[in-house]
């Protein structure tokens, strides 16, 4: 077996509206179609694939994650995340990773799950 890619990732929520709101205004994720589990939840897309499921109804504290850390996304650009962010009013960190062409935010969504945002920099 050879993996190719992940595939998406699953954050349990206490506000679904609220994340599903942050998912877009944050990152552009797209609320799109999802099975009639019987469960409430959403899966936002990216492109052509549901990256992040979110599950409403979430017992979870703003401190407490699970065994979940972070989540990591791509963006293209790095001042137009910058911006998207700013935008948002989302606070965020930045650093650049040592002896590799790549900068990285990071920031929280509403029930403390960690975003990492990787961008590529030119050589």
Known sequence: ???????????????LARSRAFYAEALG??????PAFPFPGAWLWLDDRAVVHLVGGGESSAD??????HVAFAPTDLESTR????????????????????HQLFFKDPDGVSIELNVALEK
């Open 1 to 15: 077996m050879a993996l190719s890619r992940i595939d998406h990732v699953t954050i349990r929520v206490n506000d």
């Open 64 to 69: 407490d994650t699970g065994a979940f850390d």
């Open 83 to 102: 911006a998207r962010l700013g935008k948002a009013g989302i606070v965020f960190r930045e650093t650049k990773v040592p002896g590799l062409p790549l």
């Open 29 to 34: 994720l797209v609320d799109g179609a999802r």
